[in-house]
């Protein structure tokens, strides 16, 4: 069935939650919604509480301005407005630079579930921006486009849509004029490299998975 990326609008937000929630459940949903806290959960349904959280914080991120795509398999049998099948968030340098006086914890702060460990999420914000303040320096990703979150509904992955996702980031980042920057998963470093992406710097450890900061040149991406 055909592919539209198109921008992400408010009434996309819980579908991009759920997405967020199924594509990362063997990774940081592990640690920020562990097993220990599901008697916590509000809704009793701690996937619901998860999904409703990573919905609320996306539209929260959308609203202080980051540029948020989604792309939505339409059927050919008519319902026109299709499945949102995957999406990215981007910090554009406008957004980047009101959070680089209050940073993205306090920035993208939602309330939260009684299910979310709120240490290993304060601990998920304060590893990234280690990690980025060490290969960027002090100005961090705040004077490029910086990757906040891509991820693809598990049943749709490799057919192309997270790089769909990307590419179209970095179209908007070369007619800036600027560079690009994210923290790859061992899932999505392969897909980045291939697309232009190098890592800067060593791997790191993120709740037990190494991952990798990994830098766009739009410069050299244009020379042959
Ligand atoms: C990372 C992620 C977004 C990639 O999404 P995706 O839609 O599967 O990405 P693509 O299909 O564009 O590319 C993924 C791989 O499939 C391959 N591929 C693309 N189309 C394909 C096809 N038709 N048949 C077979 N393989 C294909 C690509 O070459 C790529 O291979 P590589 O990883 O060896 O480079 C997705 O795996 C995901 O959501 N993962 C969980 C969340 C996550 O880790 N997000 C990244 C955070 S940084």
Not at 9 to 32: H, K, P, Q, V, Y
Not at 45 to 69: C, I, Q, V
Not at 81 to 94: H, I, N, R
Not at 198 to 222: C, I, R, Y
């Amino acid at each position: 069935m055909p592919l539209k990326l198109r921008p992400a609008t408010e009434a996309d937000c819980f579908r991009i939650g759920c997405i967020s929630r199924e594509a990362f459940l063997g990774s940081t949903s592990n640690a920020l919604f562990p097993p220990h806290l599901y008697s916590k959960s509000e809704t009793g349904d701690p996937a619901l509480d998860e999904s409703k959280w990573r919905a609320a914080r996306t539209l929260r991120r959308m609203r202080n301005g980051s540029p948020t795509f989604v792309v939505v398999e339409i059927p050919e049998d008519g319902n026109a407005e299709g499945t949102v099948v995957g999406y990215a968030q981007w910090d554009a340098p406008a957004a980047a630079s009101a959070h680089a006086s209050k940073g993205h914890w306090e920035d993208d702060r939602v309330p939260s579930p009684g299910s979310l460990n709120e240490a290993k999420l304060l601990e998920l914000y304060v590893t990234l921006e280690a990690e980025t303040k060490r290969v960027l320096g002090p100005e961090g990703h705040s004077n490029m486009y910086y990757l906040l979150s891509v991820a693809v509904d598990p049943a749709h992955q490799r057919r192309g849509i997270g790089r769909m996702l990307v590419l179209h980031g970095l179209d908007l980042a070369a007619k800036a004029g600027l560079d690009a920057f994210l923290h790859a998963t061992p899932e999505g470093e392969g897909l980045y490299r291939s697309l232009g992406f190098q890592q800067v710097g060593e791997p790191f450890d993120l709740f037990g998975t190494k991952h990798f900061s990994m830098l766009w040149k739009h410069q050299s991406a244009a020379s042959p």
